[in-house]
Structures are given as C-alpha cells and as structure tokens.
C-alpha cells in the first residue's frame, strides 16, 4: 500500500504541476477561454489514453498462461523498476527548468493557427505519460505481490491520488512550509527504494527461473538478527528489497542500480 501510494502521489503531482503551469500561462493570455477548453480536452485524453493502457496491460494478462504467464510478469516487474529509474533521473534533470520549459511549448503551440489543439496536445501527452507510468508502476507492484494485495494497492493508489491534490492545493497557497525541491529530493530516495524492491523481485524470480546463476547464495544471512518473513524485517523487504539471506547475483545487480542511479545524478547536478 505504502509503496503505491508514494508512486500514484509523485506521478499525480508530476501531472497536477504541469496543468497548474499551463494554466497560469493561459491566465496570462488575452483570450484564454478557448486555451483552457484545449487545456481540459488534452487532460480528458490523457486520462482516457492511460486508461487504455491499463485496459491493454490486464488484457494481455490474461492471455498469459503458465510459463509465458510468469515471463510477462517478470518483464512487467524490471520495466517498472526502469521506468521509476528513468522517470527520476529525467525529473532530476528537468525539473527545475520545468516550468520555463512548458511555457516555450504553449507559446509554440500558441503562435500556430490551432492554437487550442496544440495547448490539448501538450497536456494529453503530459498527462498520459504520467499515467502510463503509474499504470505499468502498479502493475509491477501487483505483481511484485503475487497479484494477491488487490485492496491495499487500489487504497494506496487513492490515497497517493489524495495527497496529490492536497500538495498541489498547498503549492498553489503558497504554503511557506512546504519546499517543493526538497520534496521532490526526498520523493527520489524513496521511489529508487521502491525500484530496489521491484528489481529484487525480478532477480530472485530470475534466479528461481535458472535464467541467472546466484554465485553464492546466500552470500551472508542476517536472519537471526532481522528476519525479512515478518516485523520490521519484512516491512524492508516489502518496501525496500531487503533480503535476509541475499544471492551474490541480487547484491551486485542492487549495487549496480544504486551506483548508476548516483552517477548520473551527480553528473546532473555538475552540468545543472
């Protein structure tokens, strides 16, 4: 539940920012009626096309049988945790430039002659990647368990959507409290934590495949200290991947994630 609620929160954010952006731009202009009728029509679509997305994603679900069944899952698992990899280095780097950024493309799409349909393009697009990515996040968790913890993914979805618009009401206040940066800076941590938990599913459901040997296995065991089959231990192994009793071949691909993840947000943040 926890899990998906920080990823529905940070995708729903993502897309609430972005229409809050356009429409302060659109505020700004001397006709702004027919600019935000596009602006609502781009959301509507946006929202239609993730939810074809998710309607395809659970249509070839259960398609799947037996072994071609237990492939799809696994490859749904580690493009989640890529796609949660991909989306905060790329929030990293455009983050901050954002909001100028989407300005530029609504003043493009504004000096054409449809001027309302290039506004409904952007937003569409915006807000259907957002979706798509949430619909292939909770997919990935789903299946990360087992499929069996319907109810507590759908409440941790609505309650990311909820704190969504609770952040956004507050962004838009401009509640002195609430850092934004710092936020999304801690949102990061947290969404590549979850994106270790996915990767470790998929690797122990590869190494359970003999797709990959283990090397060692386990390489050390910390069960006798903090077991990951309940309590806090297995609260981290829901969470963040922990293992107790961890694969040599789940330790080196973790530390791989983990080191390419930090480089490329150094190398960010010296070129920002």
Do not use: C
């Not at 096309?49 to 679900?61: E, F, I, M, Q, S």
């Not at 069960?223 to 107790?244: M, Q, T």
């Amino acid at each position: 539940m926890g899990n998906a609620l920080i990823v529905v929160w940070r995708e729903s954010l993502e897309a609430m920012l972005v229409i809050g952006v356009l429409l302060s731009w659109i505020g700004r202009q001397p006709a702004p009626a027919p600019l935000q009728r596009g602006l609502w029509s781009g959301v509507a679509a946006g929202i239609a096309l993730a939810g074809l997305l998710g309607y395809a994603a659970y249509t070839v679900h259960d398609e799947f049988a037996g072994a071609a069944l237990e492939r799809f899952q696994l490859a749904m698992v580690l493009v989640a945790a890529m796609l949660i990899l991909q989306m905060v280095l790329w929030m990293h780097a455009h983050g901050r430039h954002m909001k100028r950024e989407l300005e530029q493309q609504a003043e493009r799409a504004a000096a054409r002659t449809g001027a309302a349909l290039g506004l409904a393009a952007i937003t569409a697009l915006a807000v259907a990647r957002e979706g798509g990515e949430t619909v292939i996040f909770l997919y990935g968790l789903g299946m990360e368990g087992e499929g069996g913890a319907g109810a507590p993914l759908f409440a941790g979805a609505v309650g990311g959507l909820a704190l969504a618009v609770l952040t956004s009401w507050a962004v838009a206040r401009g509640a002195r409290f609430l850092n934004l940066r710092t936020l999304f800076r801690v949102s990061e941590i947290l969404l590549l934590l979850i994106a270790t938990s996915l990767l470790a599913a998929g690797i122990d459901r590869m190494i359970g495949m003999d797709w990959l040997p283990p090397l060692a296995d386990p390489l050390w065991s910390t069960a006798a200290v903090l077991p990951d089959a309940h309590g806090i231990g297995r609260f981290l192994a829901d969470f963040f991947g922990y293992r107790a009793r961890p694969a040599a071949t789940l330790v080196l691909a973790v530390t791989a994630f983990w080191s390419y993840a930090l480089w490329r947000m150094r190398r960010i943040d010296r070129h920002a």
